[in-house]
């Protein structure tokens, strides 16, 4: 418990570093609304994207992507975790990539799925946004967590004390 709350300060320290506040969390967050617009558009949407503001050719509706809306925190929760599980690092490196990848992934459907709510049906958007999709990461990241150490545990993975 104490290599897990101690990764997870160096994460949030990290995160608040002024590269992070002024280069990476920036690029990160425009790099999500660039995709987020990309999928739009191939679905047939009419958006554009500025910055991190991805907009439609409907009156009043735009998603701004801020921090937060990025899944790198569950991300960031669920690699703790990994690493400070008890298990071989060869067990550790998979879910090190894959994990927060497909939170990115999920991240990218749930703008995707937040800009239709927003045209649809705007009254659901920000109790969609705020209460349905942030447990839904946390769930995601404790769910891919479980889901890889039944997975490392069952290959023999379970590091042994010498």
């Not at 975790?81 to 990539?97: D, E, H, N, Q, T």
Request: a positive charge; one cysteine or more.
């Amino acid at each position: 418990m104490l290599l897990f709350a101690g990764l997870l300060l160096t994460f949030y320290a990290l995160t608040l570093t002024p590269f992070a506040e002024r280069r990476a969390w920036p690029a990160y967050l425009e790099w999500n609304a660039d995709a987020a617009g990309a999928i739009l558009n191939a679905l047939g949407q009419d958006v554009t994207v500025h910055d991190r503001t991805v907009r439609s050719s409907t009156p009043g509706s735009g998603l701004l992507i801020e921090r937060g809306c990025d899944a790198v925190h569950p991300s960031g929760l669920f690699l703790a975790a990994v690493l400070a599980a008890p298990v071989a690092f060869r067990f550790k490196l998979p879910a090190a990539v894959i994990g927060p990848l497909l939170m990115m992934i999920t991240n990218l459907f749930r703008i995707v799925t937040l800009y239709y709510v927003q045209i649809h049906a705007p009254r659901a958007f920000e109790f969609l946004h705020v209460e349905v999709w942030q447990a839904a990461f946390i769930f995601l990241a404790v769910l891919l967590w479980i889901v890889w150490a039944r997975w490392a545990v069952r290959r023999g993975g379970l590091a042994t004390a010498v």
